[in-house]
C-alpha cells in the first residue's frame, strides 16, 4: 500500500455522516472527486481504492456503497461492473424519489408529524450500507 499517497488523499477530506470522508478538492459536474495523479486527472476514489485493495480492471467502475459520490473512505468502495454500478444508482434515485413524495404527503396531511422534524441521524441510528455482491 502507497501510504504518502493515500496519506495525501486523506488530508484532502472531511469527516462525514456514517464514516464517509468526504472529497474536499475539485470534483465532476456529477460531485465526483477527482486528482491529479502521475501525470493524469483520476477518480480520487477509485485512486483510493487501488492504494488500499490493489489493481482494478479498467473497464471496471467503483461503486459507492454509502451511495455519496464524493466519499472515497475505502471501506465504502467496492470495485463492480459498470452495469451494476448504474442499476444501483438508479434503484437509489427511485427511492430517493419516492421517500420525497412521501414527505410531500406527509407534510399536507400531518404537518407536525415528527418525522417531518428529524433532519439529522446519528451514529446509533446509522447502518453500514449492504455489502452488494456485483456477480449477483
Avoid at 456529477?30 to 473497464?59: C, E, F, I, S
Avoid at 471501506?75 to 414527505?103: G, K, P, W
Wanted: glycine letters at 8%; a negative charge; charged letters at 20%.
Amino acid at each position: 500500500m502507497n501510504f504518502t499517497v493515500l496519506e495525501g488523499l486523506l488530508t484532502r477530506t472531511v469527516p462525514g455522516p456514517g464514516g464517509c470522508l468526504l472529497w474536499t478538492g475539485a470534483r465532476n459536474t456529477k460531485g465526483y472527486p477527482y486528482v491529479r495523479h502521475a501525470g493524469r486527472m483520476v477518480g480520487a476514489h477509485r485512486l483510493a481504492y487501488v492504494l488500499t485493495r490493489g489493481d482494478l480492471d479498467p473497464a471496471d467502475a467503483v461503486h459507492h456503497r454509502c451511495g455519496v459520490p464524493s466519499c472515497i473512505n475505502p471501506h465504502h468502495l467496492q470495485a463492480s461492473t459498470h452495469v451494476h454500478n448504474a442499476i444501483d444508482m438508479h434503484a437509489r434515485r427511485a427511492l430517493e424519489q419516492r421517500i420525497a413524495d412521501l414527505e410531500r404527503a406527509l407534510r399536507i396531511h400531518a404537518p407536525n408529524h415528527p418525522l417531518l422534524h428529524h433532519t439529522e441521524i446519528s451514529e446509533e441510528e446509522f447502518r453500514e450500507p449492504d455489502v452488494i455482491d456485483p456477480t449477483d
